[in-house]
């Protein structure tokens, strides 16, 4: 009995080390030893052998966000048969199947949660130092960085043996250092957006604070239209992206950040300019962008018919919703009122028992898909997937106890 408990638990620590090593560097263990579909597969074994009943009933534990879990499910599956009928080629439409199985990842955080997080004490001095070591270290070249530039984000919250109130200043320099190095806009956002949501003394301002800050975006997106068209004009205007010095040229305030703005473009074309259509999403092995064949325009190493398939919005809430469709949009806002709302009334009890080190990695992870490509990616779907797993376990356990009042 001993034995097998030792071996399976190396297994598992071997499946954690697996993970950690995909998210600090997804260059080189997703693009070139595809962790993540080494995960997808393990996530779904795990997901096997705990719900799959003898008599080939699926039994999920009951909660909120393992039901919204099998809606995004069927969401998917839905576009993944309608898609064969519209897709362009076999390629871009599996592809893009990466959306679906990396969910399979939810269930190795949720089933080996505490597993997860003896092992992350254990290494915790590691992680420590191999993180803070190659922080300064950044390469201005991409193939060789050590860290990715965003998501070792995720794992500054288990440098410490127990988050409190203390420790969010520490937090919110660590990840101002991390932006610093890596010189990434991103960083800063983490930076900000964690300490602020970790701060709010409610769920009622977050919202409020949500609020504004969404009406602000939109009124300067609106006034920022006129200008967007523009990339339309001059001989530029047939490339896959557009004639972006146009734009940026007719706006002083685009002129700012070029990176954000030409994000900002690409919203207009996959949201508004393909309105009302695109409430019933692409589906898979769709393009983003109309594009000729054979061209290649775009500042890549791909030719446009590839980067039209494959380059999302680089928000990765608006490439889900393109792809499909207005249901995701329920399936967001459901999952992220449901843990937010019990983020800020059991806050104390969160922290109390240190989960509160998961919800910081899941908020974090959620940021960098305000800007980057993530559910739609399998380089950070799996980091998702994973998180949103440990969040869902700890929020399962915390009803199931019920042992701690709400926060007054």
Not at 108 to 129: A, N, S, V
Not at 159 to 186: E, G
Not at 219 to 227: A, D, G
């Amino acid at each position: 009995m001993k034995l097998s408990f030792s071996l399976k638990q190396i297994k598992k620590r071997f499946v954690f080390l697996i993970f950690i090593f995909y998210t600090l560097n997804n260059t080189i263990f997703e693009r070139q030893y595809f962790f993540n579909e080494v995960l997808s597969a393990i996530g779904f074994a795990v997901f096997l052998k705990i719900c799959l009943k003898r008599n080939g009933i699926l039994f999920f534990p009951k909660n909120e966000i393992t039901r919204l879990l099998a809606f995004f499910w069927a969401l998917c599956i839905l576009y993944i048969f309608i898609s064969v009928l519209f897709k362009t080629n076999w390629y871009f439409y599996f592809r893009h199947w990466s959306i679906f199985y990396s969910t399979f990842i939810f269930f190795i955080g949720f089933f080996w949660k505490d597993e997860f997080l003896k092992f992350m004490q254990k290494i915790r001095k590691w992680l420590t130092g191999i993180i803070l070591y190659f922080i300064p270290a950044y390469p201005p070249y991409y193939m060789g960085r050590v860290l990715d530039r965003y998501s070792a984000a995720v794992f500054f919250p288990f440098f410490f043996k127990k988050i409190n109130s203390s420790k969010y200043l520490i937090l919110l320099l660590l990840n101002i250092l991390y932006a610093y190095f890596f010189q990434s806009l991103t960083g800063t956002m983490i930076a900000i957006i964690i300490f602020v949501v970790l701060t709010l003394p409610s769920y009622a301002y977050f919202r409020l604070l949500f609020l504004v800050s969404l009406v602000s975006f939109l009124m300067l997106f609106i006034s920022q239209i006129p200008h967007f068209v523009k990339y339309k004009e001059g001989s530029a205007g047939n490339h896959l992206f557009g004639n972006l010095s146009y734009v940026y040229r007719d706006s002083k305030i685009l002129q700012i950040d070029p990176n954000s703005s030409w994000r900002m473009v690409y919203w207009y074309r996959v949201v508004v300019e393909k309105f009302p259509e695109n409430l019933l999403g692409i589906g898979f092995g769709t393009p983003y962008l109309p594009y000729v064949e054979g061209r290649d325009t775009a500042d890549s190493n791909y030719d446009d018919k590839h980067d039209a398939h494959t380059t999302g919005a680089h928000n990765t809430y608006v490439t889900i919703f393109v792809r499909l469709g207005i249901g995701v949009l329920f399936f967001f806002f459901a999952l992220y009122t449901a843990i937010l709302k019990e983020f800020y009334r059991f806050k104390f009890y969160y922290l109390k028992n240190n989960h509160i080190i998961f919800f910081i990695g899941f908020f974090t992870i959620s940021i960098i898909g305000l800007f980057n490509p993530t559910l739609e990616t399998p380089t950070y779907s799996g980091v998702y997937w994973f998180f949103l797993g440990l969040v869902a376990k700890s929020i399962h356990e915390r009803r199931l106890t019920n042992e701690n009042p709400p926060n007054t």
